[in-house]
């Protein structure tokens, strides 16, 4: 999460592959600051308690970290991903699955993909390879994303408007 707010700004595009874009990224200014890797997601809900809300609460191991995160209703808005997000790291993933069975939680979708994380000053790139195709999420302002959109010529065109979530659903 790179954002200065308790609101995530994002936009995810669809690319041709992710290996076109890393030295477009070195052009455009960023640096990598996580090699590809594999990474886990796992949702969890209680009884669709979370999704009638429409929230999710994710458990993601990339790497060797681990981050458990809320994310709260969507902000309406033509382009962007917006919405609350509470993140934190978590030391034991697998004591975190205890605890949340013992809250009542099970795990609703589980999605893989390979990622790799660039920076820009307040801006992240996150580059995925998912079974649904290449993607770059952009994370951070409005202008920032706008921005970034431009020099690496990639344009409205190309955002998918659903979440990873959703493209595992296959909704």
């Not at 200014?29 to 809300?53: I, S, Y």
């Not at 697998?94 to 993909?113: C, D, Q, S, Y």
């Not at 996150?126 to 951070?140: A, I, K, R, V």
Request: proline share 7%; aromatic share 6%.
């Amino acid at each position: 999460m790179k954002h200065a707010g308790p609101l995530e700004v994002e936009v995810k595009l669809r690319i041709p592959s992710t290996g076109a874009l890393r030295p477009l990224l070195t052009q455009a200014g960023f640096t990598p600051v996580h090699p590809e890797a594999a990474e886990a997601n796992r949702l969890w809900d209680r009884d669709g308690e979370l999704m009638a809300q429409d929230c999710a609460l994710r458990l993601r191991q990339y790497g060797d970290q681990a981050t458990l995160t809320w994310k709260g209703p969507k902000v309406a808005d033509p382009q962007l991903k917006i919405r609350p997000e509470v993140e934190t790291g978590v030391a034991d993933p697998e004591a975190m699955e205890g605890i949340l069975r013992a809250l009542g939680f099970t795990p609703v979708l589980v999605m893989a993909k390979t990622r790799s994380i660039w920076i820009r000053g307040d801006l992240e790139a996150c580059l995925d390879d998912t079974p649904y195709g290449s993607f770059l999420e952009l994370e951070g302002s409005r202008e920032a994303i706008a921005g970034a959109m431009v020099e690496l010529g990639l344009g409205a065109g190309q955002i998918e408007p659903r979440s990873y979530a959703a493209l595992y659903a296959g909704q």
